[in-house]
């Protein structure tokens, strides 16, 4: 493996990095202050859990929109306007519980907005980590984002309940609010640097679909984003009822900070060790950490004292680590970069947009039983989501293979308005019949590659006067989106269709296409016919039908 550090060799991840360990400090320093003045105000499990919720609530709702952003515009400038979100509700909250007229409605409003803004950084974060480090150190710079997030988790909260101790929690409020400003320079440096790409043309509505899309027809990425959700829901609970539980442990403020900074040691320790525990149990990482982690919760539900309970929050941030460092660089590995910013994001929604739905429930479930009861169940629940982890299939990390494009020359270059559409693709076969079988088990996986690289309907026909001719038939929502369509074919997919090519025993396969035009505003179809016909000729793709 890659040294664990080495992707702090290069500059522009080394800056943004150390940045936001700075911005990750603030954040859990306005955590402890936004979840214990919560409590102070209401004395409730149940609004503690939406107050702990209120910044990754937004997620559920917005990821999918950021991550169509983030593959549509300059990934810097998507984050530089969510930092200004993000710093502006910072300040707003500072402004009103300085001036105490803070309500648990705006308290938990003002948090919904925060989280707004983090909604849209987090896809656009991610998915510029395989632009800052060769893809090689892609796993490496996962890690020590999570190393940074951590240490920030090890010193935040402590820092926060020594802020919320001397000073009060609007404080801790324009604490975090000013770590946002590092972050926004860091970022006005490095944007111009970043080498330019391709951004997505497709219309917000479309380039959504084809994220969904994507995660529904790429069958390990799908499994991932599964177990990332059920991990998501049952270990919630652990941030969720930690203030309430510090109080039944016998501490206080102080004793939350420190209480979550161990959890933060825990991860950091993590990070340290994350490629020696790897090198051990690759093959079934996973399945382990996420099992560990629900035993660790359980042993921490069941602590009699705040000693015992600091302990196993240490044990608690090493399996935290571990997991969704793991899970998150094999994301990141998987998707391609055009579709990246919505694959991740998805990923984010998968996480951080289901564990709202944990820390509420496992709130309600505290309210109802006791937190010892709620951490004994939510944890139980981890390990049975542990023990099931091999089902999903998910591969080993060193397993993955990143979508390779070297089959793609200049002629697949960005070509711009050349508008028209609906677009139907047929491509006819004439097949052996003792070849029928196979040959229609590699369409099955054309399909997939159809699905995922654009097409929004896909369906193989076969003609009743002559069985042995098969035709495959796709549609595109547009003409550009099918030039685009032939830029996204990677090169496994590309040795896939030409796998699928060979099974012809006549003169072909050949493609034909199909366009919806606009007869009032016809499109230039000498320009339509040179672009995609230079495409056909040097990739994959079936040759035309120019008879």
């Known amino acids: 493996m890659p040294s664990a550090v080495e992707p702090l060799r290069y500059s522009q991840f080394r800056s943004l990095w150390a940045a936001n360990i700075l911005s ?293 941030g090493f399996f935290w680590l571990l997991t969704l460092s793991t899970l998150n660089a094999s994301a990141q590995l998987m998707a391609p970069e055009w579709i990246r910013g919505r694959a991740m994001s998805l990923y984010t929604l998968a996480f951080a947009g289901i564990l709202p739905l944990g820390s509420i429930l496992s709130g309600v479930v505290a309210d109802w039983i006791g937190t010892t009861g709620s951490l004994v169940v939510f944890s139980s629940g981890a390990i049975a989501v542990g023990v099931l982890a091999p089902r999903f299939r998910v591969p080993p990390i060193h397993e993955i293979e990143t979508p390779e494009f070297s089959t793609r020359g200049a002629a697949h270059a960005d070509i711009g308005g050349l508008e028209g559409g609906p677009v139907i693709v047929l491509n006819t076969w004439t097949v052996n019949e003792d070849d029928l079988a196979e040959f229609a088990s590699v369409m099955s996986e054309i399909r997939l590659v159809r699905l995922t690289t654009g097409a929004y309907r896909w369906r193989l026909f076969r003609d009743i006067a002559d069985p042995t001719r098969l035709t495959e038939l796709f549609a595109v929502q547009s003409w550009e989106e099918h030039l685009a369509q032939h830029r996204r074919i990677d090169d496994s997919s590309a040795e896939l269709i030409a796998k699928a090519r060979s099974f012809d025993v006549a003169d072909g396969p050949r493609s034909r296409h199909l366009i919806a035009i606009d007869v009032e505003d016809p499109p230039d179809f000498d320009a339509m016919i040179a672009a995609h016909s230079m495409m056909h000729e040097t990739d994959a793709s079936v040759r035309l039908d120019t008879g």
């Open 24 to 316: 990750a400090s603030g954040s859990f320093i306005q955590t402890v202050a936004g979840s214990w003045l919560m409590f102070e105000l209401t004395e409730s499990s149940t609004w503690v859990g939406l107050m702990v919720s209120s910044s990754l609530l937004p997620l559920f709702f917005l990821s999918l929109t950021a991550g169509a952003l983030a593959d549509k515009f300059d990934r810097t400038k998507i984050m530089l306007i969510a930092q200004g979100i993000m710093g502006g509700s910072a300040i707003v909250m500072a402004t009103l519980t300085y001036l105490d007229l803070i309500t648990p409605g705006l308290l938990l409003g003002l948090g919904l907005v925060l989280g707004g803004g983090l909604a849209l950084n987090i896809p656009a974060w991610q998915a510029l980590v395989p632009d800052l480090v060769p893809r090689g150190l892609v796993a490496s710079a996962v890690a020590l984002q999570s190393a940074a997030f951590n240490a920030a988790r090890a010193v935040g909260p402590a820092i926060g309940g020594l802020i919320l101790v001397a000073y009060g929690a609007a404080a801790a409020f324009a604490v975090n609010a000013a770590t946002y400003v590092v972050v926004v320079g860091v970022l006005i440096v490095i944007g111009p640097k970043l080498t330019a790409r391709t951004p997505e043309k497709s219309s917000m509505r479309s380039a959504i679909s084809q994220g969904v899309r994507y995660a529904r027809f790429t069958p390990e990425f799908r499994n991932l984003i599964g177990l990332v959700s059920l991990f998501a829901i049952t270990s919630a609970v652990i941030q969720a009822v930690l203030p309430v539980h510090t109080v039944t442990l016998g501490g206080a403020e102080a004793t939350y900070g420190l209480l979550l900074g161990a959890m933060g040691a825990g991860a950091l320790i993590g990070a340290i060790m994350r490629q020696r525990v790897l090198a051990r149990i690759s093959s079934s990482s996973v399945p382990y950490t996420i099992g560990a982690f629900g035993i660790c919760g359980v042993l921490l539900g069941l602590a009699p004292n705040a000693g015992v309970g600091f302990g196993t929050m240490l044990a608690i």
